[in-house]
């Protein structure tokens, strides 16, 4: 028969890599083997530290909040999943534990404003999507903190006013974009 229940992989060290439950589902559900992953799982780096840990529904979709880390134990990323599609909020770690990214996603697409942080902390850019789509208004910063563009974006591309600043705050050009071109 198919396996079913508790299932556990280990690495070559002995430590364990992978935990979680299986079921029998169908061949072409995505597992040659005609097995599912349902509920809880977690799974390790050889060094022991953990690498990811979130939960299947019953029909072996990604659901809930899945937490994944870097090798050094420091988190890495969250996201919200419903059915294997990302939905909801997104946020992404350097591996120094500082924040890289806060986005939100509606049917495994950004949707909303998405804010990037640079390695010392201080706002990268913000930039808002729709349907995955770069839209309206994005400010990029440097990185000690001061604007330095600003542009439009229509249906992703670069669509509108571009302004670019000294690091004073003043204008140092400005362009008007369509369709992507200057």
Same mark, same amino acid.
């Given at each position: 028969?198919?396996?079913n229940?508790?299932?556990?992989?280990?690495?070559? *060290?002995?430590?364990?890599?992978?935990? &979680?439950?299986i079921?029998?589902?169908?061949?072409?559900?995505?597992n040659?083997?005609?097995? $599912?992953?349902?509920?809880l799982?977690?799974?390790?780096?050889?060094n022991?530290?953990? *690498?990811?840990?979130?939960s299947?529904?019953?029909? @072996?979709?990604?659901?809930?909040?899945?937490?994944?880390?870097?090798?050094? @134990?420091?988190?890495?990323?969250?996201?919200?999943?419903?059915?294997?599609v990302?939905? &909801?909020?997104? *946020?992404?770690?350097?591996d120094?534990?500082?924040?890289?990214s806060?986005?939100?996603?509606q049917?495994?697409?950004?949707?909303?404003?998405? $804010?990037?942080?640079?390695?010392n902390?201080?706002?990268?850019?913000?930039?808002?999507?729709k349907? &995955?789509?770069?839209?309206? $208004?994005?400010?990029?910063?440097?990185?000690?903190? *001061?604007?330095?563009?600003?542009?439009?974006?229509k249906?992703?591309?670069?669509? @509108?006013?571009?302004?670019?600043?000294?690091?004073?705050?003043?204008?140092?050009?400005?362009?008007?974009?369509?369709?992507?071109?200057p």
């Open positions: 028969g198919l396996e229940g508790l299932w556990t992989s280990w690495w070559e *060290n002995g430590t364990k890599k992978d935990e &979680g439950i079921k029998p589902g169908l061949k072409g559900d995505g040659p083997k005609g097995t $599912i992953l349902v509920d799982w977690q799974g390790w780096y050889a022991g530290k953990q *690498n990811y840990v979130g299947y529904n019953s029909k @072996g979709k990604k659901a809930g909040e899945w937490n994944y880390f870097y090798e050094n @134990g420091e988190r890495k990323e969250t996201t919200d999943y419903s059915n294997d990302a939905e &909801g909020k997104s *946020n992404v770690w350097y120094n534990g500082l924040l890289y806060a986005s939100t996603y049917h495994d697409k950004k949707q909303g404003e998405e $804010i990037r942080y640079f390695f902390g201080r706002i990268s850019s913000v930039v808002n999507y349907d &995955g789509n770069k839209e309206g $208004i994005a400010k990029y910063y440097t990185v000690d903190g *001061n604007l330095s563009t600003v542009a439009q974006f249906n992703d591309k670069q669509d @509108g006013t571009e302004t670019v600043y000294y690091a004073n705050g003043k204008p140092s050009s400005v362009a008007n974009y369509v369709n992507n071109l």
